[in-house]
Structure formats: C-alpha cells, structure tokens
C-alpha cells in the first residue's frame, strides 16, 4: 500500500466557509476523503490540515504551532514511510502581518520542499514525491477578514505562477487548484463542498496522472 | 543552506510561443520523440524509457502540455494495478508545410503534428521546368497555410523541401526564369518568415514513412519508391542510407507512360493521383510484372549483405498496385514482410514537411 500525505491549512482541514473554526466538512466530503475514495484501497491518505498554518512563519497571534516548517519534520517522521506528499499552503501567508510578497511564499513553500528532501521519508529512506498545489485565489470580498487579508486577494492570484515557477526549478509535480474550483463567497477564502469534491478528483487524477509501478 | 529565487527561465520559455526558435532541451525532444513512436504512453512508462525521474518527466509534460504540444488522456483502469493517464502529441500541436518536387508535378501538403494530411494541391511541372514560378508556389504555400483556422496559423513550424538531386541540373537548362534552389529556398524563408528545410526527395518520403506510417516501429527496413523512376533507400537503424548504384531504375511509372505510347493508349492517368485508374490493359500487366522482378532482383541481392525482415513500399499510385507488388515480394521470400507505405497522399511532400518537426521537436 502507498501512502500519501495531504498536508496543509483550514482548506486541507475542511472548515466550512463562513463558521467557525470548529466546523469541519465530514471525513468523506473535504478533499483528502474525496481522494481516499478516488484513489481506492491501494492508497492510505493522511490527512494533515491545520486551520491558520504558514509556510515557514511562527504566527505571533494565532501562535508558534501554526508555522508549517517546524511540524513538517516531526510529522513526516511520524507518518514514514511516505511515497507521496502533497502541499497546499499560501493561504495564510498572505495575513498582512507578514507583510510578504508571492514570490516569498513560493520560497517559503521551497523550504518545505528542502526539508522533505532533507528528511527523505519515501520508501528505503528515498525523497518522496512532491506535488504542490497553489491554493485557488481569493474572492475579493473576504468579509470580516478583511483588514487580516488586506491586500491579499490580489496577492492569491499570483501564487499560481509563482509556485509553478518553483515547482519547474526544483522538479516537482504541481497542480493548480484555482484551474477547478474557487473559494466560496461566503467568506472569500474558504472552499465549499462541492469545490472540495471537484479538487479531490481532480488531485486524484494528478496522482495516477504520476506514474506508479504496479508493485508497491 | 543557502537560498536563491528560482530560475524563472522556463516560464519565460513558454510565454513566447512557438514562433521563438528556443533551443529545445534534449529531454523535451526526447519526450515528443517518444511520444511520436509510442502514442498513449504513460508519464511511468516515459520515466522507465528515459530514465528521467518521475519529477522530471512531470515538469517537462506539464511545459509540454501548455505550449499545447501534448495533450493528456483519459485514465485507464486496468484490472491489476493502478490506473494510467495515456499522453499523445496534440495533432493541433504544430503544423508544417511540405513540397515535393515530381518530373510532372509538385505536391504542396499541411501536415498536422501527428502527419495527417490536412491540406493538398498540385501545380504543373515538367521536366524543363522543374521549379513552378516561384510566384505561384509561394501562393500555394500561403493557400496551405491559410487553409487553418487564424489561431492555428502561428503554429506552423516550418517548410521542408523533398527536391530530386538532379533537380539543379534541371534548373539550368531551363529557359529564362531559371531559379536554383538556393535562391528558391531564400525566397521562402524572406516571404513566408519560416525556417526552410531541404532534403533529397526519396530520403524525405522514407523519413516520413518512418514518422508517420507502417515503419514507425522499425530500425532497418528496405524502402521503394514508386514515382516515375524506382527508387530505393536502405535504413538501418533508422539511419537512411542511399546507395550510389541502386539510385534510380528505369522500372517506374515512366516506363508504364512508355508501355502505354507503344501501344497508342493515352497515359495521363498515371501522373494524377487519381486513387483508381481504369483498366490499362496489357501495357499495365506487363509493366508491373517487369516492375515486380525488379524489385525482387534488388531484394535479392541485398539479402546477400544485409539483414533486414521488412520493405515497404511508398507511391502516390492508386493503393492496389503497391499491394499487388507486395504481395508478389511475400510470395518471393516468406522470411520478409512487404508493406505498402501508410503515406498515400503525396509521400514526397508529407516527407518534405515532417523534416521541420525533426528538427525543431525530435531527437535526431
């Protein structure tokens, strides 16, 4: 059996658009679900979505724990060995408290990506497959989270290219979420049911899409 | 660890289109070239062909996929294993255009990028002038062009010319207009702003049967062309190959015309590429029995120095006389399979205009 590891923020979380950070799509409706059930019995899915995670920052509001960089290592040791990890973060690096341009949030997502080929949790202490997916762009109303997201929406629109940039220098399979579902209105950043549906197929497709030796 | 903005240069790439003459990686054209042969591979198998990592072949796709060169399948779901997404060239990829230069005419083809013919037309020549005037083939060229969509338009790769050897020989003893190739070839490429490829024309119609038709798959087989003269070249792993004696036989169509005349019937049937000709009689029974032993003396005695299991046989002549040939060489020796070319359209100028595609796209 494959492994996969589905690791992102609130959008890989499932929280609905618009509630609170408590409520959570069902484990068969937010995408890594979506992708369990695409992908069959030959693959175990993990699910590592954390609402408010950064690439690489400590958040000095939300807290230390949301920075991305410092749980990866622990959580691919914890979930070795892994033959595929899949990213999807950006999100929140827009926050205006970090002040940071797309082109650094595509640089953060490249220390991941450092720190994963560091680690090499694949098969026979191999490096992984890697695939980023640039999280959809945001609605321009992003309602109370506006003065947060100042500026971000324009921002989220760039990420795409910024990530598939990196993603050719550092030879990684990439997936633009934003070319199947856009984020929900109800909040402006958060994806909905359906979109989460659209995505896990469409992220289902890009794994076998991959290549895989028939023996595991 | 040190950290640097990634190399923005392959996007950059992409943006301008097909029109910039980039230098194609090798693993690019590796790719294409794979693909060309192998139609429906997946990204694994690409992988296990190449070498490339799994990453690598996923970025070179993925650029592959945008500029619109490849495009990508639906997933096949076997009954073991995990399912695979097929990858094919685009056929609306890329486009180019292909003259052949006959003794009694000259072919303009469009090809697509999976060699379909899309667009064909003849003008008059003979063997005084072999070269249209250079007005008319530019228009012929500008027609086949226009003949796509506006948007396609930009995805022409280039013009290839399948020119016989002694064409300039010709040329010169022309009257007047005389254009040499050289000047003709300049022309193009100052008129239409595409790069201009030129071949020998037997060459040009074995590479395009390698391409495109029933020799795709094949690393040595013996080629026949079937145009006024008989022509033949031998490939050998995939590298064509002409003989200095075996260049041409007067055993070809021009030998039929001859057949015909002593027998007062007319002949201009023949230069058409009409796909039936009517009944020719016994001009025609003798010609291709004559034809025939021709080509098995040449098989013969090539069998003596080279092995190869497999000749193909290309004309423009109507379908059914490559396949009598053909079938009279399988008579003749069991251990070697004749196929008449896949390429019945102009073989000449679909050969002509697959040559800008290797260059730009394949491997050589």
Redesign the interface.
């Known amino acids: 059996m494959r492994s996969v590891l589905c690791y992102g923020d609130s959008n890989t979380h499932g929280q609905i658009p618009g509630r609170g950070p408590l409520e959570r799509y069902g484990p068969d409706e937010r995408w890594p679900g979506i992708l369990r059930s695409q992908l069959g019995p030959?693959w175990y899915v993990i699910e590592e979505g954390l609402s408010g995670r950064t690439t690489v920052h400590d958040d000095p509001i939300e807290g230390a724990h949301k920075n991305g960089r410092t749980y990866l290592r622990p959580c691919l040791q914890s979930h070795a060995t892994l033959d595929l990890v899949i990213i999807m973060l950006g999100t929140n690096d827009l926050k205006i408290r970090f002040n940071k341009p797309p082109?650094e949030v595509?640089?953060g997502i490249?220390?991941l990506v450092?720190d994963i080929k560091e680690l090499a949790p694949g098969p026979g202490g191999s490096t992984p497959?890697?695939m980023i997916v640039a999280p959809p762009p945001m609605q321009d109303d992003v309602k109370e989270w506006k003065s947060i997201f100042a500026g971000a929406p324009e921002k989220s629109r760039l990420l795409a290219?910024e990530f598939?940039?990196?993603?050719?220098?550092?030879?990684?399979?990439?997936f633009d979420a934003g070319s199947v579902v856009s984020c929900s209105e109800a909040d402006g950043f958060h994806i909905d049911a359906e979109a989460h549906r659209l995505l896990g197929t469409a992220l289902a497709?890009a794994v076998?899409?991959?290549?895989?030796?028939?023996s595991t | 660890?040190r950290?640097a903005?990634?190399?923005?240069l392959?996007?950059a790439d992409r943006a301008s289109g097909l029109n910039a003459l980039s230098v194609r990686s090798y693993n690019e054209r590796l790719v294409l070239s794979l693909l060309l042969q192998n139609e429906g591979i997946?990204?694994?198998?690409?992988?296990e062909k190449t070498g490339l990592?799994?990453?690598?072949?996923?970025?070179i796709v993925?650029?592959l996929e945008q500029e619109g060169l490849v495009s990508?399948g639906e997933?096949q779901r076997g009954r073991?294993?995990?399912?695979?997404?097929p990858l094919s060239l685009n056929p609306e990829g890329a486009y180019a255009v292909g003259v052949g230069f006959s003794r009694r005419r000259i072919d303009i083809a469009l090809i697509d990028f999976i060699g379909t013919v899309r667009f064909h037309m003849q003008l008059p020549a003979d063997e005084a002038n072999p070269f249209p005037q250079s007005g008319d083939l530019l228009g012929a060229i500008r027609q086949a062009m226009t003949s796509l969509p506006v948007e396609a338009r930009s995805r022409v790769a280039g013009i290839g010319l399948a020119v016989p050897d002694d064409v300039d020989t010709m040329a010169a003893t022309r009257n007047g207009s005389s254009t040499s190739l050289k000047a003709l070839q300049a022309e193009i490429e100052e008129q239409i702003k595409l790069p201009v490829f030129v071949q020998n024309d037997i060459t040009a119609a074995a590479g395009g049967e390698s391409m495109f038709g029933v020799a795709k798959p094949l690393n040595d087989y013996l080629f026949f062309y079937l145009g006024a003269r008989l022509q033949s070249r031998l490939i050998l792993n995939h590298q064509i190959y002409k003989g200095n004696s075996s260049a041409s036989f007067d055993h070809g169509l021009m030998r039929l015309e001859s057949e015909l005349a002593m027998r007062g019937r007319p002949s201009e049937i023949i230069w058409s590429s009409s796909p039936e000709w009517p009944g020719l009689g016994e001009a025609y029974s003798t010609w291709l029995g004559e034809c025939s032993n021709r080509l098995k003396t040449s098989i013969s005695a090539l069998t003596q120095f080279v092995e190869f299991r497999t000749v193909v046989l290309s004309s423009y002549a109507p379908q059914k006389i490559a396949e009598a040939l053909c079938d009279d060489i399988g008579r003749e020796f069991p251990a070697i399979e004749a196929l008449p070319a896949r390429v019945t359209i102009s073989p000449k100028a679909v050969g002509a205009a697959s040559l800008p595609f290797s260059s730009r796209f394949m491997i050589q």
């Open positions: 030959d082109s595509a640089m490249g220390c450092y497959e890697i290219l598939e940039v990196l993603a050719d220098s550092l030879e990684l399979h990439f497709r076998d899409a991959i290549g895989w030796s028939r | 660890m950290f903005p990634p190399n923005p392959r996007i997946s990204r694994m198998e690409i992988g990592s799994a990453q690598t072949a996923s970025v993925r650029s990508q997933a073991v294993g995990p399912p695979t997404i």
